[in-house]
């Protein structure tokens, strides 16, 4: 901390010359100062085990974000990160009698040295295949960060949603009841901006007609930023150049609620000395780091044992989605529209919809336990520190527990806290199934994970010419469903990367393979594809669904084939739906005889395992 940090705690002015936007004011002195009852650390526990990420926010390629366990770190540690790698301004913080205690985000790293502001001690970090939950002290109180992105196959209109949860709860664990305040702000980089004079900024509550199910109507508050200058269907750094984001909470519970926009210093700073918010919507405001805009809620719940906030959040987009096919080239509605309506009727379903969709995760959460619980019933017992115990999803470890040694199968590794990885084999660095965790653990591990990530890479769309809700053959319409081929080159509907992907939809619901192989085939089948062979994609990045009517698409006949022609025929064998294989015979014979002639002798041509070209690959043909 420099000199002129520590000199702000005692003089206001000091601060306030630095830094012109903050708030000249004495610092908050009505606190109360709680000893460490523990050993601060850095590092929580992980159950059932440590990723090399956490998803937070994960619902399509545009809301997806992550938290970072590369370098021991935590979610108080290192900012939210969007999955192409570049931080989001995500903060949270809970005011525990007077002391702030920083959950989530880094802007302790930002202010003056303050006595009564504070990092919470990271405590555990359990996740399943809906929920990440984070588990801090702070103080007298345990808060708990619980991000929940929805995996609920089954429900076509509620996957559709763009947006995801995070609820913030403290408990009192000394028994005694504490003033509770929490704050929350997010940034413009969510739509790649960090300039108000570049966006578009809107302060939105509704009325209270939420249509939720089951649940009691709310109706949220929001903040809702645009780019000033949008450009349709664009990207920047993979964040979309269209559309909206959504950051929205509710005053219900609160004894007050406040909201700020400004510069980020100015916001910050406010309400660690204030402890509220000044209502205002904001003016504009230049720059990054420090002086970039924030949008911010405060709520004050009063003196109380437990108290909880609930945020929704998320990237959303109308069109969605730019087609080609038999009658041109369309841009394509989200189907959460055909759903629920616009935009604001959406986040208000959303919100008010959280009990019941939390019911429906949980219902998806046990089956996917009871699942792999049948499949390894018998087999050996999961291994925790070399003492067999039953299976519980409940191992937990951190980088201190095992450094180095030699597994219960007797291969050797090494711990390495600085790599997203965790553990690696000795010499040549690469990653290794955690040692002492079983393998059904670490198989329910990463289905539970890989669950919200493959969901997370579709969106849903209204085919192009479908009629109206008014339209008595409306609920017969059913969705297109597009995939962003993340962490490589945004490929639409990649065939080789459904095709790895398809036995998550054939367990969970296989209609959703019917969904994403409909516009591969359509596209073929309309004519705007000249080769004999299945495409590779049916577009050259997302959300250009618009083919290769060259036929110069990335080359990798003979796999794309077969994946096809399995991928539709598994689909039929789970669902029975005749109807629909046969609509497309013509195309899967094609694909056939293709196999037929070049099989045997594939020549030089890609293969997704490796990622790479070969000539004469036997693997390739056995593949088949």
């Known amino acids: 901390m420099s000199f002129l940090g520590r000199l702000a705690v005692g003089a206001s002015w000091v601060f306030a010359t630095i830094f012109p936007l903050a708030v000249a004011q004495a610092p908050f002195t009505n606190f109360t100062v709680y000893p460490e009852n523990i050993e601060a650390s850095t590092v929580p526990k992980y159950y059932p085990l440590r990723p090399p990420a956490i998803p937070l926010a994960v619902r399509t390629p545009y809301t997806s974000t992550w938290s970072s366990t590369a370098g021991q770190g ?10 192409f790698g570049q931080g989001l301004g995500w903060e949270g913080i809970v005011v525990v009698d007077g002391n702030s205690f920083e959950y989530m985000g880094t802007i302790i790293n930002d202010l003056p040295e303050l006595s009564y502001f504070n990092s ?10 809906q929920f990440s939950n984070f588990t801090f002290l702070a103080g007298p109180v345990i808060i708990t960060a619980s991000f929940f992105s929805p995996v609920t196959p089954n429900d076509i209109c509620r996957s559709s949603i763009p947006l995801s949860y995070l609820t913030t709860t403290v408990q009192s664990i000394d028994g005694k009841p504490h003033h509770i305040q929490f704050y929350s702000d997010v940034n413009a980089q969510w739509i790649g901006l960090g300039n108000e004079y570049d966006i578009i900024r809107e302060f939105h509550t509704g009325p209270v007609n939420g249509n939720g199910t089951s649940n009691s109507t709310d109706s949220p508050t929001s903040w809702i930023l645009r780019p000033k200058y949008p450009s349709l269907f664009a990207e920047a750094s993979q964040i979309p150049r269209w559309g909206n984001f959504s950051y929205s909470t509710s005053s219900v519970g609160a004894q007050t609620f406040s909201y700020q926009s400004g510069a980020a210093t100015s916001v910050r700073f406010g309400f660690a000395n204030n402890r509220v918010l000044n209502n205002d919507q904001g003016s504009a405001t230049r720059g990054f780091g420090n002086q970039e805009p924030v949008y911010a809620f405060a709520h004050d719940m009063g003196t109380t044992l437990e108290a909880s906030v609930r945020y929704t959040i998320g990237s959303i987009q109308s069109p969605s989605v730019r087609y080609l096919h038999k009658g041109g080239l369309s841009n394509l509605a989200p189907w959460w529209e055909k759903c629920y309506g616009g935009m604001h009727d959406m986040i208000r379903f959303h919100w008010n919809d959280f009990d019941t969709v939390a019911q429906l995760g949980n219902e998806f959460e046990a089956q996917l336990r009871n699942d792999v619980n049948a499949f390894f019933q018998g087999s050996e017992p999961p291994v925790y520190n070399r003492t067999a115990k039953a299976f519980s999803n409940n191992s937990a470890y951190t980088s201190f527990d095992v450094l180095n040694g030699t597994d219960q199968y007797g291969h050797q590794y090494e711990f390495d806290p600085s790599s997203a990885y965790g553990f ?36 849903f769309a209204v085919p192009p010419n479908a009629p109206d809700n008014s339209d008595p053959d409306a609920d017969k319409v059913e969705p297109l469903m597009f995939q962003k081929e993340i962490s ?25 393979l019917k969904y994403i192989l409909q516009p591969l085939y359509e596209l073929q089948e309309g004519g705007f594809y ?24 990335e080359y990798m006949p003979v796999e794309n084939s077969g994946n096809s022609i399995l991928m539709s025929y598994a689909y039929y064998k789970f669902t029975g739906d005749e109807a629909w294989l046969t609509s497309h015979y013509v195309i899967l014979k094609q694909f056939a005889q293709y196999l037929i002639d070049y099989s045997l002798v594939p020549c030089y041509q890609g293969h997704r395992r490796p990622a790479s070209h070969v000539r004469h690959r036997p693997g390739l043909r056995r593949s088949r």
Do not use: C, K
Not at 74 to 83: D, H, T, V
Not at 120 to 129: A, C, K, T, Y
Not at 432 to 446: D, Q
């Open 74 to 83: 935590a979610l108080n540690s290192q900012n939210p990160i969007f999955w």
């Open 120 to 129: 919470s001690v990271p405590l555990e970090v359990r996740f399943d295949s």
């Open 530 to 553: 000249p080769n004999t062979y299945s495409t590779h994609d049916i577009g050259a990045h997302f959300p250009l669904a618009t083919g290769h009517v060259d036929g110069a698409d």
């Open 488 to 512: 490589s080159n945004g490929n639409m509907n990649t065939v080789d990367v459904l095709y790895p992907a398809s036995p998550f939809f054939l367990w969970a619901n296989p209609t959703l």
């Open 424 to 459: 690696i084999e000795p010499g040549n660095g690469t990653g290794i199934a955690v040692p002492f965790v079983s393998e059904a653990e670490s198989y329910y591990a990463i289905v539970a994970l890989s669950a919200r990530q493959v969901m997370g890479a579709y969106v």
